[in-house]
């Protein structure tokens, strides 16, 4: 019968392990079911460039395909720069009937999302994953967020004086909405 002293080492080692559990006060699941679109913002709560700048400085934590890390963002918060980015995006396109934004409910900060490689299939995913990123660390914050596809992005380009076409743009902000999950029944039955 042989000795199997390797194994009976790391099964010493196994059982005395310790288990470290940090926790912040806010789970993931908190913070997912948090972040929903929101259409209406609180106009008498000011977000700072520096609220801004947190919320852009979770992509130095995220993943980048094949490590190209293309993405770059324009922080937009005074009132004359917010008017020129509200005039280049359509709010609720999907919802024609609501005419959004609402008078006094309009987004006054902005995250303008841009490519150094242009856009392609790699740079979607990349954004993908930094607006939701951006979005989590906003509800962090305790703020909202709208992610705004529909964006005229030559109007937006040299409105701003741009260095690169913006893709997409996020709105950041203190909703005013009521955000709740409805529980839908799964396909398989």
Do not use: W, Y
């Not at 995220?62 to 963002?73: C, E, H, P």
């Amino acid at each position: 019968m042989a000795d199997n002293f390797l194994e009976r080492k790391f099964e010493e080692l196994e059982s005395k392990k310790k288990i470290i559990v940090r926790r912040t006060g806010i789970s993931l699941d908190s913070l997912l079911k948090e972040n929903r679109s929101c259409r209406g913002f609180d106009n008498d709560v000011t977000i700072t460039q520096d609220q801004l700048r947190r919320i852009i400085g979770t992509n130095m934590f995220i993943a980048s395909g094949m490590n190209r890390q293309v993405l770059r963002f324009r922080p937009v918060t005074k009132s004359e720069d917010s008017d020129k980015v509200l005039e280049a995006i359509k709010i609720g396109g999907a919802l024609p009937d609501l005419h959004l934004p609402q008078k006094g409910t309009e987004p006054k900060a902005f995250i303008i999302i841009m490519s150094t490689d242009g856009e392609d299939r790699m740079t979607d995913i990349d954004m993908g994953i930094s607006l939701q990123t951006m979005g989590l660390k906003a509800v962090e914050m305790g703020l909202n967020v709208l992610i705004i596809g529909s964006v005229d992005r030559k109007r937006l380009k040299e409105e701003l004086n741009l260095p690169l076409e913006p893709l997409m743009v996020m709105a950041v902000g203190k909703g005013i909405e009521k955000i709740t999950s409805v529980q839908r029944k799964s396909l398989n039955g």
